[in-house]
């Protein structure tokens, strides 16, 4: 799992830190969301009383935010990346020698690829850098 860290990704995680305690070096973008991803026992405590956490963090940064849990292993695939997509939902998610293949309908179809294939390529990234995926399709 090879991840870069830029300079704007480190004052994230700084705060993202100094508002909810949690130290965190998963911290990417897709669909113009800042998401977070913390291990799964500390995912209620980085959200916070009521939301509170994530509140102030989309607040404070001015940008909508996500927390999820950090995967472990292809099993927590198909869970991650519905957390990271929602709301757009899909069929399934297959995988074949470093390929992902998610099926879904029309709609969210062009909603998973975006426009000149901006989402599709922020999911291969994401994946590529926790799953050690090469190639995202959808179907």
């Known amino acids: 799992m090879k991840k870069v860290l830029d300079m704007q990704f480190i004052r994230y995680a700084n705060i993202f830190n100094r508002i ?3 130290r965190t070096n998963h911290c990417f973008v897709y ?3 800042l998401i977070f ?15 509170q956490n994530l ?7 001015g ?8 995967p472990y292993g292809k099993e927590d695939m198909e869970n991650f990346v519905s957390v990271i997509t929602y709301p757009v939902k ?8 470093g390929e992902v293949i998610i099926n879904a309908n029309s709609q969210n179809k062009a909603c998973l690829i975006g426009r000149e294939r901006r989402r599709l390529n922020e999911m291969q990234k994401v994946l ?12």
């Not at 991803?37 to 939301?51: E, F, I, K």
């Not at 940008?63 to 950090?70: E, F, Q, T």
């Not at 899909?90 to 074949?96: E, L």
Request: aromatic fraction near 8%; charged fraction near 25%; hydrophobic fraction near 40%.
């Open 37 to 51: 991803a913390v291990p799964r026992r500390l995912v209620s405590r980085a959200l916070g009383q009521d939301n």
């Open 63 to 70: 940008k909508k935010v996500k927390i999820v849990a950090i």
């Open 20 to 22: 909810t305690n949690i």
């Open 90 to 97: 899909f069929k399934s998610i297959d995988i074949n020698d």
């Open 55 to 61: 509140k102030r963090l989309s607040y404070s940064l």
């Open 31 to 33: 669909n113009n969301a």
């Open 128 to 139: 590529s850098q926790y799953f050690g995926i090469k190639k995202v399709m959808i179907k």
